[in-house]
């Protein structure tokens, strides 16, 4: 029987985790097969390393398609894959799995003593305001790139990393996975990262805002901008740097109470009239 073989998503949030883990499949197609004299395949679909989904046609909207292809003695063969849908499981559920230290599922080191004073003063240094952005819903953040460099300041390039702890998992059109925070080989925390995507199309770039989401998360329990997650900090800033104006949308017409910096302007479509 042929077999195709599919590399797993190794490349989609802790990348490089394991060694080049690769799973047999089935098809995930309706086809006559491709040694069938019959015709051309239809309907057929496959997944790549890259997480894209090649299709011939549009695949069904079953979590598993049946395939019947014709093996070297003429005899038919059935074959099956699962592509997922949503609110299902979208990917393979060990990817990115450690083969030796198991750190899909090991808490070690953790909780076993504080790190150096040097590293608690660059984790709990108080964020620099002009570093702070708002949300147009008056929600404050600090941008993923900073809680990488404060990591990278901390622990040194290398020195810290996101392990996956379960499958990328989709309800509705919001993607989100498991990840945990590893620094100097010593467990720190875990959170469950999500975002948002339209269509299969802006899978890849999901993944990764997936992947900056759960950094985020997982960076609370160091004490990193902490100051984001209390209440009289946030209504200070608010107050001190940002206001909230009525904008008109420039083509629906419709009106809305949005935020933003004292320093900044509305970003189009949202216009202050």
């Given at each position: 029987?042929?077999?195709?073989r ?19 499949t ?8 491709a040694?069938?004299s ?5 309907g ?11 299709s ?8 598993s ?5 014709t093996?070297?003695?003429g005899?038919?063969v ?11 499981s ?11 230290n ?5 808490f ?12 608690i ?10 570093e702070?952005?708002?949300k ?7 941008p ?5 460099r404060?990591?990278?300041r ?6 810290w990393?996101l392990?996956?702890?379960g499958a ?19 467990f ?11 269509d ?23 004490g990193?901008?902490?100051e984001?997650?209390?209440?009289a ?6 107050a001190?740097?940002?206001v909230?104006?009525?904008?008109t ?12 910096l ?12």
């Amino acid at each position: 029987m042929d077999v195709k073989r599919v590399t797993s998503f190794g490349s989609f949030g802790g990348q490089g985790y394991g060694s080049n883990a690769t799973k047999s499949t089935k098809a995930t197609s309706t086809s006559t097969g491709a040694n069938s004299s019959t015709g051309p395949s239809t309907g057929s679909a496959s997944i790549s390393a890259t997480g894209n989904m090649k299709s011939g046609s549009t695949p069904p909207p079953q979590s598993s398609v049946a395939s019947t292809q014709t093996n070297g003695d003429g005899a038919d063969v059935k074959n099956e894959i699962e592509v997922g849908e949503l609110g299902t499981s979208l990917f393979d559920s060990s990817e990115g799995y450690l083969q030796d230290n198991q750190w899909s599922t090991s808490f070690q080191g953790m909780a076993v003593a504080p790190f150096e004073q040097r590293i608690i003063d660059v984790l709990m240094a108080p964020v620099a305001e002009n570093e702070i952005e708002i949300k147009p819903d008056g929600l404050l953040y600090l941008p993923e790139i900073k809680y990488r460099r404060i990591l990278n300041r901390a622990f040194g390039p290398g020195g810290w990393g996101l392990v996956p702890r379960g499958a990328h998992s989709v309800s509705g059109r919001n993607l989100s996975r498991e990840y945990a925070l590893i620094c100097l080989g010593r467990f720190i925390s875990q959170a469950r990262g999500e975002q948002e995507f339209f269509d299969q199309s802006g899978l890849a770039t999901a993944t990764e805002g997936c992947k900056s989401n759960a950094l985020v998360r997982c960076c609370k329990d160091l004490g990193v901008a902490s100051e984001l997650w209390d209440p009289a900090f946030v209504s200070q800033f608010k107050a001190k740097y940002c206001v909230e104006d009525w904008v008109t949308h420039a083509v629906k017409g419709n009106k809305r109470r949005l935020w933003r910096l004292k320093t900044r302007s509305f970003d189009y479509p949202w216009v202050k009239k």
